[in-house]
DNA sequence: TAATGCATGTAACTCGTTACATGATTCT
DNA sequence: AGAATCATGTAACGAGTTACATGCATTA
């Protein structure tokens, strides 16, 4: 079976929820899976236009009044098959998290106590943030979609971004005690 | 002052110690970066290459015996402003750490229990056995290299390997529960 | 009237990997 | 004899973002 990118299976994935057309689908990717996954309309397009190319999809045009025309794409069986078969794959090694902060803290020999000090507090506020915002979010899925079938996976990923950026904040509080 | 990418400061970075050619920072981030950063040949050599036209660098050839010749780059003072620099900027954001993980157990609905117990549990396997490499390296760190100026800051990365990891693996177990 | 939302799309660019080419020496 | 180490480099490709172009309807 032919391999296609992560995105392409994301792509996918949602097109078994009610989005349909890449406007749609950017829009449920910034609102459901922004915390561990982001794409571009530059992606978007040229993928769902791939995905018709080689049959995993079909496109339907739909002249709405007073909008603009809207593109809805339908998975075929094919691309059922395909995004079934790539859920089914484990992952194949754990990728490198490629991480700044670690970097500049790496040559912190270079640099002044008072420059990593800072550099840390700046990590952990913004980690802070982010975790407020994860908590924002998951309470929104818990009070609107109690009842929802997705409901359940998407607080699993949104423990998994709290879990690791508590994980990731604490470390910060222990650094900058050491440094 | 003009912009280069990560990478490009990871290489300025390394500059600064006694790795002078390509060959060793690949080695040097194989060594001791590659659990938050890793890098190939093919983008060293081009970059080390425009370091020099940018006169943030310079190149001595050394010729050496029984070996192939070998180039020894050199940071300028322009390189080692633009280092310095770097150095002092906090992160302007955090990153959106994408997971492909989290990306198939999203669409956990389309698929058996049985599948996402499957994909966790593998997950896990996978997170443990790097928490053991973290544990390896750490431990080589503290017995060799302990009177080394940069072993405390080698330290502080491994550790946030280590606590990030970590909480990943309790994500898991935690999710495998509740699946 | 200006901004925002809806909607699709492309071109240029950056970043990065993989695969390839070359070639001497040393170790097994 | 063959593999590993030392050493440099390029070409092709893939993934992804940003900026741009277009244009109508609604809201402030």
Redesign the pocket.
């Given at each position: 079976m032919q391999?296609?990118?992560?995105?392409?299976y994301a792509i996918l994935g949602i097109l078994t929820t009610n989005c349909?057309?890449?406007?749609?689908?950017?829009?449920f990717i910034d609102n459901s899976l922004n915390h561990f996954w982001?794409?571009?309309?530059?992606?978007?397009?040229?993928?769902?236009?791939r995905l018709e190319e080689e049959g995993l999809a079909t496109?339907q045009t739909?002249v709405?009044?007073?909008?603009?025309?809207?593109?809805?794409y339908f998975l075929t069986e094919k691309g059922k098959d395909v995004l079934k078969n790539w859920l089914e794959q484990p992952l194949t090694q754990l990728p490198?998290e490629?991480n700044e902060v670690l970097l500049k803290l790496f040559f912190g020999r270079h640099q002044t106590k008072e420059q990593s000090l800072y550099l840390l507090a700046d990590y952990k506020q913004k980690l802070e943030k982010l975790y407020q915002t994860y908590e924002g979010i998951e309470e929104g899925i818990s009070r609107h979609n109690t009842n929802h079938q997705d409901a359940k996976y998407w607080l699993f990923t949104l423990d998994y971004g709290k879990r690791v950026t508590e994980a990731a904040i604490a470390w910060c509080e222990a650094t900058i005690k050491e440094l």
């Amino acid at each position: 079976m032919q391999k296609y990118n992560d995105s392409t299976y994301a792509i996918l994935g949602i097109l078994t929820t009610n989005c349909r057309s890449g406007y749609e689908i950017k829009q449920f990717i910034d609102n459901s899976l922004n915390h561990f996954w982001k794409i571009s309309y530059g992606q978007i397009y040229p993928t769902l236009k791939r995905l018709e190319e080689e049959g995993l999809a079909t496109v339907q045009t739909l002249v709405q009044e007073g909008k603009p025309e809207r593109k809805e794409y339908f998975l075929t069986e094919k691309g059922k098959d395909v995004l079934k078969n790539w859920l089914e794959q484990p992952l194949t090694q754990l990728p490198v998290e490629r991480n700044e902060v670690l970097l500049k803290l790496f040559f912190g020999r270079h640099q002044t106590k008072e420059q990593s000090l800072y550099l840390l507090a700046d990590y952990k506020q913004k980690l802070e943030k982010l975790y407020q915002t994860y908590e924002g979010i998951e309470e929104g899925i818990s009070r609107h979609n109690t009842n929802h079938q997705d409901a359940k996976y998407w607080l699993f990923t949104l423990d998994y971004g709290k879990r690791v950026t508590e994980a990731a904040i604490a470390w910060c509080e222990a650094t900058i005690k050491e440094l």
